[in-house]
Every structure is written in structure tokens, then in C-alpha cells.
């Protein structure tokens, strides 16, 4: 699948149970971070479709909020400009 032009159908619904997973809370912050590095790591190079997303964008939000600081730094290097979202949201 072009990763470009379209998101893996079966991200979404990963996504609605990861946020299921998020909600009911972890024992701790380091379970946490890893659950969020992880599941970012299962959603890479979708990240900017998933964020547009009216089904999605709300919990990257969450995720992104959550993650910790070498995953925001990996999101960041990829290189996701504001352009690049406005881009997305354009196809």
C-alpha cells in the first residue's frame, strides 16, 4: 500500500484500541512511554494522515502529548512541516 495516498484500513480501529489501552491507565510512567514509543513505531509513515483524520486526530493528539521526548524528536526529523500537514489534508 502507498503510504502516501492512503492509510492501512486496519490502523484506525489499532488506534480506537490503543486508546481504549491509554484510558484504563498504566502502572506506571514507564509502561506508559513505552506503550506510547510502540505505538508509534506500529503507526510510522501514516503519522500525518492519521493526524488529519477526524477519526484519529484526536488521540494522536493524546499520544503525542504523551510520548516521550526521543519519540517527539523522531516525529519531528521526520520532517512534518505545517505544509506537509496542509498537504495531507488537501488529498
Not at 505544509?83 to 495531507?88: G, L, M, N
Amino acid at each position: 500500500m502507498d503510504k502516501k495516498s492512503s492509510v492501512d484500513p486496519s490502523l484506525v480501529p489499532y488506534l480506537r484500541q490503543a486508546d481504549a489501552t491509554f484510558q484504563n491507565g498504566f502502572d506506571d510512567d514507564q509502561m506508559r512511554t513505552l506503550f506510547i514509543d510502540n505505538v508509534f513505531e506500529e503507526i510510522k509513515g501514516y503519522e500525518i494522515k492519521l493526524s488529519v483524520m477526524k477519526s484519529s486526530s484526536f488521540i494522536i493528539e493524546q499520544f503525542v502529548e504523551a510520548a516521550s521526548a526521543s519519540t517527539t524528536l523522531q516525529l519531528i526529523k521526520v520532517g512534518h512541516t505545517i505544509r506537509d500537514i496542509f498537504v495531507a489534508t488537501l488529498h
